[in-house]
């Protein structure tokens, strides 16, 4: 399991301001999942309700995978960060 410590940093503190987060798996098999449970789905979106937050993921193979989580704002703005990670087995 890899553990991503993640921060929104905010240029100024806008009223009513919502950011949401999804994810894509470009290559692999695996399991990205939120702090407080929250399992993602590929490409659904989900609210963030708070600016610090950990992301864990979980391999479901042995190949290179690669997931790119996007950040959006309800004004229209996003942020892409492309993770990618490499199984290594432990039974040897």
């Known amino acids: 399991m890899a553990e991503?410590?993640?921060t929104l940093a905010r240029e100024g503190e806008y009223k009513n301001a919502e950011f949401f987060?999804?994810?894509?798996?470009?290559?692999?098999?695996g399991e990205l999942k939120m702090d407080n449970g929250t399992v993602f789905l590929p490409n659904d979106l989900y609210p963030l309700?708070?600016?610090?937050f950990r992301l864990y993921y979980t391999s479901h193979c042995s190949d290179q995978q690669t997931i790119d989580v996007y950040?959006?704002?309800?004004?229209?703005?996003?942020?892409q960060k492309t993770f990618s990670f490499q199984n290594?087995?432990?039974d040897q």
């Open 4 to 6: 991503i410590r993640c």
């Open 21 to 29: 987060i999804r994810m894509f798996q470009p290559d692999g098999e």
């Open 49 to 52: 309700k708070k600016t610090e």
């Open 71 to 79: 950040i959006q704002d309800n004004f229209g703005q996003v942020v």
């Open 88 to 90: 290594k087995n432990t």
